[in-house]
């Protein structure tokens, strides 16, 4: 199979299995938000931005330079895995010692059985982390979706019986840790291949790894902290409720990009560490996987930010109304946010972490105060704060990170990134005043979604031709490219 079949095909079934999720995500908010209070998903939501910080030292970055160096191995690979399953299993230990302190922090005791339970998730999901990160490195995408689907699938039905016998916030706990047992159950039930792990862990094996998976840990550690600032704030400054009001619109915007981003850039990352030498190829094809991400994403959020009361009503119910302007500036949030995030694989493909690192050391300087002083303005005035923030990088963001890497210049990565904003608005704000004058949301979104879509595809198959003819070639890939 050639490398751009290879492509597509990982790009198919990391499409497909994003629909899937998107959709059981969907299901499980809409359902669980009506029997889950808010408060419920403000203590989660301290929870996971602990978790989630915890979880940059799991490997240590050395799963991300597996990926990226081209020659591993056998006792090389062996020492990565356990040293995987050891940094999982220091981390949960580290975590159930420390969750007093980290509740005393957001000031309330709830935390800390909560961190003490779902700790265990980082030593089990590490029992799976090599197999997946092999298959991903090999382009073989098909088997690691279909387990995530699975898997996700198990811990959504998890989460539903417990809140229906009224766990409250361990239903979304226990779902998660189900979830993260049958992941690593499935990895070695499907990924394997009869490979087993030697008993070894040598600092020889591991030493090439380090330093450029100690540069990725350092760029995630910073980049983690940059966009889980407000979380980490938010939860000292406005309570467990505020915060559950402000972190389900959060959860949802950020839910669109790691739906659609991943189905190119999860392939994009060892696609350009193949082509890195190649400056004018790397330049490619992280300009066509901007104008992919952000065509994708492009209607989607500016349909949130048109319609955000009626998704609010439909989806959580009526309990979460304050929701609605949260989710309408934070729609606009998540579109500059997710045009930022395909650099990640142009950085990590090029293997230049200490661009990266510099760039999230600047943005540790300036992100903090400006979402602390956005705080002192409630939830709303936080999530302005990341919005105007937001935009004013996105030059600096170019001229730092972009130019550096692959010479894309301003104008082509200005077209590549902005113009389906543009196409988008063209399409959604004739649908919007179409229903404009109709009263039910559900009926609204009936008749505004299809108008809309298809005044964007009319407009794309003109004026965005390059990602039109993509799309068109994934959904029905030409002979002898289907797989």
Same mark, same amino acid.
Not at 212 to 220: C, I
């Given at each position: =199979?050639?490398?751009?079949?290879?492509?597509?095909?990982?790009?198919?079934?990391?499409?497909?299995?994003?629909?899937?999720?998107?959709?059981?995500?969907?299901?499980?908010?809409?359902?669980?938000?009506?029997?889950?209070?808010?408060?419920?998903?403000?203590? =989660?939501?301290?929870?996971?931005?602990?978790?989630?910080? !915890?979880?940059?030292?799991?490997?240590?970055?050395?799963?991300?330079?597996?990926?990226? +160096?081209?020659?591993?191995? *056998?006792?090389? +690979? %062996?020492?990565?895995?356990?040293?995987?399953?050891? =940094?999982?299993?220091?981390? @949960?230990?580290?975590?159930?010692?420390?969750? #007093?302190?980290?509740?005393?922090?957001?000031?309330?005791?709830?935390?800390?059985?909560?961190?003490?339970?779902?700790?265990?998730?980082?030593?089990?999901?590490?029992?799976?982390?090599?197999?997946?990160?092999?298959?991903? &490195?090999?382009?073989?995408? +098909?088997?690691?979706?279909?387990?995530?689907?699975?898997?996700?699938?198990?811990?959504?039905?998890?989460?539903?019986?417990?809140?229906?016998?009224?766990?409250?916030?361990?239903?979304?706990?226990?779902? /998660?840790?189900?979830?993260?047992?049958?992941?690593?159950?499935?990895?070695?039930?499907?990924?394997?291949?009869?490979?087993?792990?030697?008993? +070894?862990?040598?600092?020889?094996?591991?030493?090439?790894?380090?330093?450029?998976?100690? /540069?990725?840990?350092?760029?995630?550690?910073?980049?983690?902290?940059?966009?889980?600032?407000?979380?980490?704030?938010?939860?000292?400054?406005?309570?467990?409720?505020?915060?559950?009001?402000?972190?389900?619109?959060?959860?949802?915007?950020? *839910?669109? *990009?790691?739906?659609?981003?991943?189905?190119? @850039?999860?392939? /994009?990352?060892?696609?350009?560490?193949?082509?890195?030498?190649?400056?004018?190829?790397?330049?490619?094809?992280?300009?066509?996987?901007? $104008?992919?991400?952000?065509?994708?994403?492009?209607?989607?959020?500016?349909?949130?930010?048109?319609?955000?009361?009626?998704?609010?009503?439909?989806?959580?119910?009526?309990?979460?109304?304050?929701?609605?302007?949260?989710?309408?500036?934070?729609?606009?949030?998540?579109?500059?946010?997710?045009?930022?995030?395909?650099?990640?694989?142009?950085?990590?493909?090029?293997?230049?972490?200490?661009?990266?690192?510099?760039? $999230?050391?600047?943005?540790?300087?300036?992100?903090? #105060?400006?979402?602390?002083? /956005?705080?002192?303005?409630?939830?709303?005035?936080?999530?302005?704060?990341?919005?105007?923030?937001?935009?004013?990088?996105?030059?600096?963001?170019?001229?730092?990170?972009?130019?550096?890497?692959?010479?894309?210049?301003?104008? &082509?990565? @200005?077209?590549? !990134?902005?113009?389906?904003?543009?196409?988008?608005?063209?399409?959604?704000?004739?649908?919007?005043?179409?229903?404009?004058?109709?009263?039910?949301?559900?009926?609204?979104?009936?008749?505004?979604?299809?108008?809309?879509?298809?005044?964007?595809? %009319?407009?794309?198959?003109?004026? $965005?031709?390059?990602?039109? !003819?993509?799309?068109?070639?994934?959904?029905?890939?030409?002979?002898?490219? !289907? %797989?």
């Amino acid at each position: =199979m050639t490398l751009k079949k290879q492509t597509f095909t990982a790009v198919r079934w990391t499409a497909f299995a994003s629909l899937v999720r998107a959709f059981l995500q969907i299901v499980q908010v809409a359902v669980l938000a009506r029997i889950l209070a808010p408060e419920d998903y403000g203590l =989660m939501a301290m929870v996971t931005v602990v978790l989630g910080f !915890a979880g940059m030292f799991t490997d240590w970055g050395v799963n991300s330079a597996f990926v990226q +160096r081209q020659l591993v191995t *056998q006792e090389q +690979r %062996s020492s990565l895995f356990w040293l995987n399953v050891a =940094m999982g299993a220091l981390l @949960t230990l580290f975590l159930i010692i420390f969750s #007093p302190v980290l509740a005393w922090y957001f000031s309330d005791d709830r935390i800390a059985p909560l961190l003490m339970v779902s700790a265990s998730m980082f030593v089990i999901s590490a029992l799976g982390t090599q197999l997946r990160v092999t298959a991903e &490195k090999e382009l073989n995408f +098909r088997p690691v979706m279909m387990l995530e689907l699975a898997s996700a699938a198990i811990g959504f039905v998890t989460s539903l019986v417990a809140a229906m016998a009224g766990m409250g916030v361990y239903a979304l706990v226990l779902g /998660g840790i189900v979830a993260t047992v049958f992941g690593a159950i499935f990895a070695w039930m499907f990924l394997a291949r009869g490979w087993r792990p030697m008993w +070894r862990l040598r600092m020889v094996d591991v030493q090439p790894f380090l330093k450029f998976g100690g /540069g990725v840990m350092a760029v995630g550690i910073g980049s983690y902290v940059n966009a889980s600032i407000d979380l980490l704030l938010g939860g000292r400054l406005l309570g467990a409720t505020q915060l559950g009001l402000y972190s389900m619109p959060r959860n949802l915007v950020l *839910q669109i *990009q790691m739906v659609v981003n991943p189905i190119i @850039t999860r392939v /994009g990352f060892p696609l350009i560490s193949q082509v890195q030498s190649d400056v004018a190829h790397v330049r490619s094809i992280y300009l066509k996987t901007l $104008n992919m991400t952000a065509s994708i994403n492009a209607p989607l959020y500016v349909g949130v930010t048109f319609f955000a009361p009626e998704i609010v009503a439909i989806m959580l119910g009526d309990g979460w109304k304050e929701a609605a302007p949260l989710l309408r500036i934070l729609a606009l949030w998540g579109l500059f946010r997710s045009v930022g995030n395909p650099v990640g694989s142009l950085i990590f493909g090029m293997g230049r972490i200490g661009l990266a690192l510099k760039w $999230n050391i600047g943005l540790l300087i300036i992100v903090p #105060p400006v979402v602390w002083l /956005g705080a002192q303005y409630g939830a709303a005035g936080m999530a302005w704060a990341l919005l105007i923030m937001m935009v004013v990088l996105f030059i600096p963001g170019w001229y730092v990170l972009v130019l550096p890497l692959c010479q894309a210049g301003l104008v &082509k990565y @200005t077209i590549a !990134a902005l113009r389906p904003l543009l196409l988008a608005l063209a399409s959604v704000v004739p649908a919007y005043l179409v229903v404009g004058a109709l009263d039910a949301e559900i009926i609204r979104l009936v008749i505004a979604v299809p108008i809309a879509a298809a005044l964007y595809l %009319s407009i794309s198959y003109k004026a $965005n031709r390059e990602w039109f !003819a993509a799309m068109r070639e994934l959904v029905l890939p030409t002979t002898g490219e !289907a %797989s």
